[in-house]
């Protein structure tokens, strides 16, 4: 037997060997068996991290779990504060933290803490499903081999230090997917030396920007970076740096320079390779602005113009900009106008969920609008559901006609999900035009 197929066949029952033993592993410090709920050091006498017995603290499941396991967090609020000062540490285990409900009822709370977690390791650890909330410096470091998925990072009402962040990112391969970042100081996400993936999230409510990144490499893709202060991206680094931005709108920005930050929509500076594709920045401030870097622009809606192939300067539409929805509305110049040559990663999805290329070639920005005008006349009414109806109950629907535009929700059929999501803009003028 040659040497490389042993290898092979070792680290095929290593595989096995890790997704056998893998065990779910309880924390719930509210369970029936527990005779102090909500009292970390008042538990459950056979608390042995099962289903029936669950820890009181995450730092227990952590302390008992091995690679494969899944730590599952009931819903409610789990503090961190009575046991790591400088945030919880999770390294050298190939584990999943993961909230029970999701992120909407499951909180991790680090208030009186500097940090809420701690991560990296040779591993894989992904954290997903939670609510992060407090730390008054840092939601999340980082280091290395990370997935933070389907995450909230809140600020909170801890007074938060100088230059907090949501999360930091000091290494390499780290994954944020789907998660929001939100209000939790000076910076949505940090950078340093780091390479990093941010697929489907929002960066919001930030006081100085909204990604700033040192000496990195990222993709970031199908992401909504608004009303961070002065500036949205911050891209800085050095000639081996290689940033790609695609599918993004980066809008709402301006007001006074902060610690420094000049009011930017995509700064870019260093020895950095920057690509921007497919992308919206609108603001009130300079759009796009580089110094040093190699940047390209191309097939994006750029507030003022941007020199670049397939780059355009038209209001773009969103269905409520005033009130924080950047959805495309129907006719808008974005829709269908990104780069024609533009293949989706397999499974790349715009920040809904939804299809990347919906009507056969790729809208600009982070939102993949559906079209529900039939008749094109500014109005979706009577005319519009008229024809809609002309495609009821019909199935095989796909990319690019998808029955007619009928099937909206995308899932192959035209029924009543459709049919809700038509009326969803009933009345409503799909022309407007106006600059909100």
């Known amino acids: 037997m040659s040497l490389k197929k042993f290898l092979f066949i070792v680290s095929l029952f290593l595989i096995i060997g890790l997704v056998s033993h893998a065990v779910t592993i309880y924390v719930d410090d509210d369970a029936p068996g527990d005779p102090g709920p909500g009292d970390v050091y008042l538990s459950d006498p056979f608390e042995d991290g099962s289903e029936e017995h669950p820890y009181d603290a995450i730092n227990e499941a952590i302390l008992y779990a091995v690679d494969g396991d899944?730590?599952?967090?009931?819903?409610?609020?789990?503090?961190?504060?009575?046991?790591?000062?400088?945030?919880?540490?999770?390294?050298?285990?190939?584990?999943?933290?993961?909230?029970?409900?999701g992120a909407e009822n499951c909180v991790v709370d680090a208030t009186g803490l500097e940090r809420c977690f701690v991560i990296g390791s040779n591993f894989p650890i992904t954290i997903e499903g939670l609510t992060i909330t407090g730390a008054s410096s840092v939601g999340i470091v980082a280091t290395q081999n990370v997935i933070i998925k389907n995450c909230r990072i809140l600020g909170g009402s801890e007074q938060k230090l100088p230059l907090s962040r949501g999360i930091q990112v000091s290494g390499n391969n780290v994954q944020i997917l789907g998660t929001s970042v939100e209000s939790f100081?000076?910076?949505?996400?940090?950078?340093?030396?780091?390479?990093?993936?941010?697929?489907?999230?929002t960066i919001r409510g930030h006081i100085q920007q909204?990604?700033?990144?040192?000496?990195?490499?990222?993709?970031?893709?199908?992401t909504l970076v608004y009303e961070n202060g002065p500036l949205g991206l911050s891209l800085n680094g050095a000639v081996q740096d290689t940033i790609l931005v695609t599918n993004c709108t980066v809008a709402g920005h301006g007001g006074d320079s902060v610690g420094g930050s000049v009011p930017t929509g995509l700064a870019v500076s260093g020895s950095v390779f920057v690509v921007v594709e497919n992308s919206i920045f609108w603001n009130d401030v300079l759009e796009i602005a580089s110094t040093g870097a190699t940047l390209t622009v191309r097939y994006c809606n750029v507030r003022g113009g941007f020199t670049g192939v397939g780059n355009i300067d038209?209001?773009?539409?969103?269905?409520?900009?005033?009130?924080?929805?950047?959805?495309?509305?129907?006719?808008s110049p974005s829709q269908n106008t990104?780069?024609?040559?533009?293949?989706?990663?397999?499974?790349?999805?715009d920040i809904d969920n939804q299809p990347r290329v919906i009507y056969g070639r790729v809208d600009m920005g982070c939102?993949?609008?559906?079209?529900?005008?039939?008749?094109?006349?500014?109005v979706i009414d009577m005319e519009d559901l008229i024809l809609f109806s002309g495609h009821w109950m019909e199935t095989g629907c796909h990319e690019p006609d998808w029955c007619g535009l009928a099937d909206l929700s995308l899932d192959g059929r035209v029924g009543l999900?459709?049919?809700?999501?038509?009326?969803?803009?009933?009345?409503?003028?799909?022309?407007?035009?106006?600059?909100?």
């Open 70 to 101: 899944i730590v599952l967090l009931a819903e409610g609020t789990h503090s961190l504060s009575h046991w790591y000062p400088t945030g919880l540490v999770i390294s050298n285990k190939a584990i999943t933290v993961r909230g029970q409900s």
């Open 338 to 349: 990104g780069n024609p040559d533009f293949i989706p990663s397999v499974d790349e999805m």
């Open 210 to 222: 909204g990604i700033h990144t040192e000496e990195s490499s990222a993709v970031i893709r199908n």
């Open 185 to 201: 100081g000076d910076w949505g996400i940090w950078s340093y030396r780091g390479a990093f993936l941010i697929d489907r999230c």
């Open 314 to 331: 038209t209001w773009p539409m969103f269905a409520d900009q005033t009130g924080g929805d950047y959805h495309l509305l129907e006719h």
């Open 417 to 436: 999900e459709d049919w809700t999501i038509l009326i969803e803009r009933w009345l409503v003028d799909t022309s407007l035009s106006i600059e909100q």
């Open 367 to 378: 939102d993949e609008a559906v079209y529900r005008d039939y008749s094109d006349d500014g």
